[in-house]
Nanobody, 126 residues
Framework: QVQLVESGGGLVQAGDSLRLSCAASGRTFNYLPMGWFRQAPGKEREFVAGITWNGSSTAYADSVKGRSTISRDNDKNTVYLQMNSLKPEDTAVYYC???????????????????WGQGTQVTVSS
């Protein structure tokens, strides 16, 4: 089992930056691919970014590419999502997720992840 706790969300203005954090505990975090997803009201949960266990490979949704950076610190069992130039359409609940499989690719769908945090709200005002 992996327990995930997100933090860092909040209310910001368009153009601002935020850094989300996800603290993991439980199973061997260091070997698990990690991802960030988001879900806006009335919409499906969508992939935002993902990173392999050692950070050698990352993936981003087109909507955030160039504005966001995912990273991880395995010594701290934490994965981060730095988001810059935030837009109102970035408003959503952001979820951290862990892939239970030891692999060198980043899943980009919800089916690729088995463990989820409770989410943190990000609201971007115009």
């Amino acid at each position: 089992q992996v327990q995930l706790v997100e933090s860092g969300g909040g209310l910001v203005q368009a153009g601002d930056s935020l850094r989300l954090s996800c603290a993991a505990s439980g199973r061997t975090f260091n070997y698990l691919p990690m991802g960030w997803f988001r879900q806006a009201p009335g919409k499906e949960r969508e992939f935002v970014a993902g990173i392999t266990w050692n950070g050698s490979s990352t993936a981003y949704a087109d909507s955030v590419k160039g504005r966001s950076t995912i990273s991880r610190d395995n010594d701290k069992n934490t994965v981060y999502l730095q988001m810059n130039s935030l837009k109102p359409e970035d408003t959503a609940v952001y979820y951290c997720a862990a892939d239970p499989n030891f692999r060198s690719v980043v899943p980009t769908t919800t089916q690729g992840y088995a463990y989820w945090g409770q989410g943190t709200q990000v609201t971007v005002s115009s």
